[in-house]
């Protein structure tokens, strides 16, 4: 096996892509997602893939931090109308389930926010409030400087720890703590 090749070795790549993504997000994306979240009556979120599957992991430690959050397509999920945000993930840009999904919560009055690698893709334009996080993913894993991580994972494993650091950043804000967060936590496992 070429010392390339080990896992060590590859993560090593792995951690250093994932590095520079964070060397070049915003302050000032992360503090008005935090924003938008943390002024929401309720929150609703929606990706698709590996990116929804984020997106669940962010909506499940929103639900930790007492905010009424919800997954878009669990039958639980309220109407959304004004003082709801509902973000959405589209790290290629956009698709055209996100646009239908926007332009819904948009005629009802409700906020939105796009979490994109694209700052300039239809999601992005169409969004309140845009969470770039410059990451390779299927739209760019074509030509030019490439992760090691294939197709879209450098921008689902960002936002994985992206969206772990904005809780913590609203867990200060919003007065909460590891222990009442925990005290949310199922007990039904």
Same mark, same amino acid.
């Given at each position: 096996?070429?010392?390339?090749?080990?896992?060590?070795?590859?993560?090593?790549?792995?951690?250093?892509?994932?590095?520079?993504?964070?060397?070049?997000?915003?302050?000032?994306?992360?503090?008005?997602?935090? *924003?938008?979240?943390?002024?929401?009556?309720?929150?609703?979120?929606?990706?698709?893939?590996? /990116?929804?599957?984020?997106?669940?992991?962010?909506?499940?430690?929103?639900? !930790?931090?007492?905010?009424?959050?919800?997954? &878009?397509?669990?039958?639980? &999920?309220?109407?959304?109308?004004?003082?709801?945000?509902?973000?959405?993930?589209?790290?290629?840009?956009?698709? *055209?389930?996100? /646009?239908?999904? +926007?332009?819904?919560?948009?005629?009802?009055? $409700? @906020? $939105?926010?796009?979490?994109?690698?694209?700052?300039?893709?239809?999601?992005?334009?169409?969004?309140?409030?845009?969470? !770039?996080?410059?990451?390779? $993913? +299927?739209?760019?894993?074509?030509?030019?400087?490439?992760?090691?991580?294939?197709?879209?994972?450098?921008?689902? &494993?960002? +936002? +994985?720890?992206?969206? /772990?650091?904005?809780?913590? @950043?609203?867990?200060?804000?919003?007065?909460? $703590?590891? /222990?009442?967060?925990?005290?949310?936590?199922?007990?039904?496992?």
């Amino acid at each position: 096996m070429a010392d390339t090749d080990k896992i060590k070795n590859m993560g090593a790549r792995a951690l250093a892509d994932l590095s520079v993504v964070l060397d070049n997000l915003q302050d000032v994306d992360i503090e008005g997602f935090i *924003t938008a979240i943390g002024s929401a009556k309720r929150v609703a979120l929606h990706g698709l893939g590996r /990116e929804g599957l984020q997106m669940r992991g962010l909506a499940m430690r929103l639900f !930790h931090l007492g905010i009424d959050a919800h997954v &878009v397509g669990d039958m639980t &999920v309220p109407p959304l109308g004004a003082g709801d945000l509902l973000i959405v993930s589209a790290g290629p840009g956009d698709f *055209t389930t996100i /646009e239908a999904l +926007m332009n819904i919560a948009r005629k009802a009055g $409700t @906020k $939105t926010a796009a979490v994109t690698a694209q700052a300039a893709g239809g999601a992005a334009r169409r969004a309140d409030v845009v969470l !770039h996080i410059p990451a390779q $993913t +299927m739209a760019n894993d074509q030509a030019g400087k490439l992760s090691i991580l294939p197709m879209g994972s450098l921008f689902e &494993v960002a +936002m +994985m720890l992206v969206f /772990e650091l904005v809780v913590l @950043k609203l867990r200060d804000r919003l007065g909460e $703590t590891p /222990e009442t967060m925990r005290a949310r936590h199922t007990n039904l496992e």
